[in-house]
């Protein structure tokens, strides 16, 4: 039987759910840290369950930026901004200017790979003028595109 786990980011603005069926419970995390080195999408979205169960918490970022810059996996460029920018980064108040020119990097190459969790941050952030200047144009044509995009997979998923 397939167990279903419903992930979802707690943040603020509440933007960040997503959905993962899983045909079998979590792999060990030292297996799925060795399968992420190696670039397996699979083991790298178990292992943020296993990031979410709270144990192992001080890595995320670091399997975050591998998945990222090594294999360009569109998620994991926004779990860097988000490791980068949240609660998860140990002591900090405050986020200083370079680390968050690091984490809109990733963010906005995340939204160049059409992820829809960089795509609605951004357009959040757009409108909002944090950590960019605001520009409501952008930020609304940016959840607009997500909008669409979505509406139209969910189109193409009813067809099948």
Known sequence: MAGICVLCHNRCDKINNYEMILGHNVRPVEELKELVLLGDTKAYDE?????????????????????ADKYNYPRAYFHVYYYLTSNHVPHSTEIDRTT?????????????????????????????????????VLGKSLLKGLQLAMSQQTSNSDLR
């Open 100 to 136: 968050i020119a690091l984490a809109l990097k990733y963010l906005k190459k995340g939204v160049s790979l059409r992820d829809p969790e960089s795509t609605s941050v951004m357009g959040a952030l757009c409108l909002e003028g944090k950590y960019v200047p605001k520009d409501t």
């Open 47 to 67: 292992l943020q369950i296993a990031y979410l169960k709270g144990k192992y918490g001080e890595e995320c970022l670091t399997y975050s930026r591998i998945m």
